[in-house]
């Protein structure tokens, strides 16, 4: 059984590729769930609870929201 690595196994450049990929998920979970709370629910293609539950599943939640969920106004 491989050991689970640590923070400090992690390289530099490892360390600052999670930390950015963890922002990156953040501001994009941030975006898709302020938009989904502002816009009207005739503007959004299906039910908004559910695409509250679809932000969880990260990244491809809120990618999908923001590309598919949206109806032009």
Known sequence: MANKKRWQDFSAGQRAAIIAGGAAELVLTSIA????A???????????PLWVLGCIVQPFGPIAYLAFGRRST
């Open 38 to 48: 502002k816009r009207p629910g005739k503007q959004v293609r299906g039910p908004k």
């Open 33 to 36: 769930l302020t938009d989904l």
